[in-house]
């Protein structure tokens, strides 16, 4: 934590003033998560699976072309 962070107390320690946004963004997400579902609210895993399932879907497809112009190609 860096020192201008950090504000001295009454008794002169020093006190993390980003503790409290930091408990407030937590409860808030949790409070989220509970009142909208788990499946509504987008996370960094579900976004990198989301993207894992598109690149498989476009492989397939690219491999699909793949074979029907070596068919094509086969014909002549």
């Known amino acids: 934590?860096?020192?201008s962070l950090r504000a001295?107390?009454?008794a002169g320690a020093p006190l993390d003033v980003t503790?409290?946004?930091r408990a407030v963004l937590s409860a808030t997400?949790?409070?989220l998560y509970r009142v909208?579902?788990?499946e509504r609210l987008r996370t960094a895993r579900g976004n990198a699976w989301?993207?894992?399932c598109a690149d498989r879907e476009r492989a397939?497809?690219?491999a699909e072309v793949q074979r029907m112009l070596a068919?094509?190609?086969a014909l002549r």
């Open 60 to 62: 397939d497809a690219r």
């Open 29 to 31: 997400i949790r409070v």
């Open 36 to 38: 909208l579902g788990e």
């Open 19 to 21: 503790a409290p946004p």
């Open 71 to 73: 068919a094509a190609r």
């Open 8 to 10: 001295p107390n009454r």
């Open 1 to 3: 934590m860096t020192a």
């Open 50 to 52: 989301e993207a894992v």
